[in-house]
């Protein structure tokens, strides 16, 4: 989130506003894989996902002077879009929890898979602990979940996390305080879960 | 530092410096089970990193940004289209008032001009009859109408496009200046008096309107 980025944005939002086709291609371009990701991680499904960032996009297309530059930058608006959409998709959803990342169309997973010499063993392995960490995620509550997933998934610092968020600094820092020690607790019960939670269900 | 103070500092021994971080440091050193707790943590966020860099190249499908551009092109071509129309509709209502305008200046023309030739013009007969009473005047009444009315002797009569006719009240003594016979008797009389006038305010004909007495 650079301050000439911002900039550049905003000029592209302009002229994508009087019907410049590129400008809005490049606008789109440049933002929708990060809209796309956070979707993707907060609700899980690759579909969901699609339509939130068609969503997203959709309204900079309908309505761009609902941005206002004054208030801070186009990603930070965007990602303001994203979240609204996700938590309608999670009051919708509330209790599913998938396992996987998948696309939509064919069945092909969004994950990179880079080959080198290991094991197939140690590959299932290393799924098995990636799908428990993603589950993991998924189960958090929203706000701790938004946290985790800016700060630790796409890497963000707590500033930006706070900007993207609109909440001080101190409450990213405590959110992901928060989120990471349930996170723990939650990975010891899905590695290890309990012989009672099997009993009664 | 106890466990508690160490768990609340957001285990912040290892990138943070200062005195918080080496109470938190001292406190790793001297106690198991929080060194296990931030072992795990340390192994927890390695695993979020590897999670996050697996999905770091995940993007939307490229059906999207088309369903998009298809949506952004059918919206500007929209707006474009109802612009021109808007455009087009207000010239359409400039014409109408440009039209309107101009036809209402040839009608002025046309018919305006005779008002123009007839209201200032110098009358005898009307000059006569103010002098005879304040109530005297005249009154444009038509711009052309010469039917049943009598020449006054020694008028020539000029083109009937050109010619006005208006109403004056006078004395009937007053005709006589206009070279008609008058009774004495009602000399006094005040009558309307209907005069076609020519292009110059000239009196060419009169007809008796009524009498007022």
């Known amino acids: 989130m650079q301050i000439e980025s911002q900039e550049r944005d905003d000029v592209l939002l302009k002229r994508s506003a009087k019907g410049d086709e590129d400008a809005f291609k490049q606008l789109y371009r440049r933002n929708q894989a990060q809209i796309y990701r956070f979707a993707l991680r907060m609700t899980g499904r690759a579909w969901a996902a699609e339509e939130i960032v068609q969503d997203v996009f959709m309204t900079l297309v309908r309505e761009p002077r609902k941005f206002d530059p004054s208030r801070g930058p186009l990603t930070a608006f965007l ?6 959409r996700v938590m309608k998709h999670l009051e919708r959803q509330p209790r599913e929890l998938p396992l996987e990342y998948r696309s939509g169309d064919n069945g092909t997973s969004n994950e990179i898979e880079v ?37 630790e998934l796409e890497e963000m610092s707590y500033e930006e996390a706070a900007t993207v968020l609109e909440c001080p600094v101190g409450t990213i820092r405590s959110r992901l305080h928060r989120g990471r020690a349930l996170l723990l607790a939650k990975l010891e019960m899905l590695r290890d879960p309990p012989k009672r939670a099997n009993v009664g269900f | 530092m106890n466990c508690e103070e160490f768990a609340n500092s957001g285990f912040k021994s290892d990138a943070a410096v200062g005195p918080e971080a080496e109470a938190a440091s001292e406190h790793l050193r001297t106690c198991p089970e929080c060194a296990a707790l931030y072992e795990r943590l340390l192994e927890l966020r390695g695993e979020l990193r590897e999670l996050g ?21 059918t919206r500007h071509n929209t707006d474009k289209n109802r612009n021109r129309a808007v455009v087009a509709g207000w010239m359409l209502a400039a014409a109408t008032m440009v039209l309107a305008a101009g ?15 007839v209201s200032p013009a110098p009358i005898p007969v009307s000059a006569s009859a103010v002098a005879n009473g304040p109530e005297l005047g005249g009154t444009l009444i038509a711009a052309s109408d010469d039917e049943q009315f009598a020449l006054i002797p020694g008028a020539l009569p000029g083109l009937q496009d050109e010619t006005s006719v208006v109403r004056v009240q006078m004395q009937r003594g007053a005709l006589g200046a206009l070279g008609l016979s008058v009774n004495d008797e009602h000399a006094n009389d005040v009558v ?12 060419q004909a009169y007809r008796l309107a009524e009498s007022t007495d």
């Not at chain 1, 958090?140 to 700060?151: A, I, K, M, Q």
Request: hydrophobic fraction near 40%; include cysteine.
């Open chain 1, 79 to 84: 990602y303001g879009i994203a979240r609204n």
């Open chain 1, 115 to 151: 080959p080198d010499d290991r094991t197939p063993a140690h590959w299932a392995e290393l799924h098995e602990r990636r799908d428990c960490v993603r589950a993991a995620v998924l189960s958090l509550p929203p706000e701790f979940r938004e946290t985790v997933v800016l700060c």
């Open chain 2, 53 to 73: 860099k697996a999905s770091a190249q995940a993007g939307a499908p490229s059906r999207v940004e088309m369903r998009l551009r298809q949506e952004f092109r």
């Open chain 2, 103 to 117: 036809s209402v200046v040839v009608w002025q023309q046309r018919h305006g001009t005779k008002i123009a030739h």
């Open chain 2, 192 to 203: 309307q008096v209907d005069l076609l006038l020519d292009a110059d305010g000239q009196p």
